[in-house]
């Protein structure tokens, strides 16, 4: 874990098991109410999830509905911590979503591992800084989801940034 405050590299994404261990809580949280309510199933319908029970998850929340496979992602619902960050992209492709590029293809690669495993994935992107200025770093977890109960059609991703200070 201290390799990834660390910043040293980039890692995943890759497929995330029962214990995995995140930087943030806020993963740890979907990921336990994920594997809830999917109980023996495969994965959980979107029916399954009850907002009320994802208050504190939902401004890191990215909705998308999966398109021919995964050729391309509907934006269904953008968090607001994401809003915040890189404006509002709810009712666009992921594909024609107005972020840097490096954004765009980071979502590509997870929401495509997410759907080739159909299972949760995860990666971590440590981000350098201007001089002065703070770090950044990314967290992202994708958990596939099914409007009815048998097709990998939606995914509920969590992105979640924090800044560490620069050493001097």
């Not at 029962?18 to 990921?31: D, N, Y």
């Not at 994802?54 to 890191?60: C, Y």
Request: aromatic fraction near 8%.
């Amino acid at each position: 874990m201290e390799t990834r405050r660390a910043g040293k590299k980039a890692i995943g994404p890759l497929e995330v098991t029962e214990g995995f261990e995140f930087c943030s809580p806020v993963l740890t949280q979907a990921l336990s109410y994920w594997l809830m309510i999917k109980g023996d199933a495969p994965f959980p319908r979107r029916a399954d999830l009850v907002p009320e029970k994802l208050v504190a998850l939902w401004p890191h929340i990215l909705m998308v509905d999966v398109i021919d496979d995964g050729t391309d992602y509907f934006i269904r619902l953008f968090g607001q911590y994401l809003v915040d960050s890189y404006g509002e992209q709810t009712g666009r492709l992921s594909s024609q979503a107005r972020v840097p590029e490096l954004v765009r293809e980071r979502s590509k690669q997870l929401f495509d591992a997410c759907v080739a495993h159909a299972g949760p994935v995860y990666a971590y992107w440590p981000e350098s800084a201007a001089r002065r200025r703070a770090h950044v770093d990314v967290e992202a977890l994708c958990l596939p989801l099914s409007s009815d109960g048998r097709s990998l059609d939606r995914l509920m991703s969590l992105n979640v940034n924090s800044r560490r200070e620069r050493k001097k």
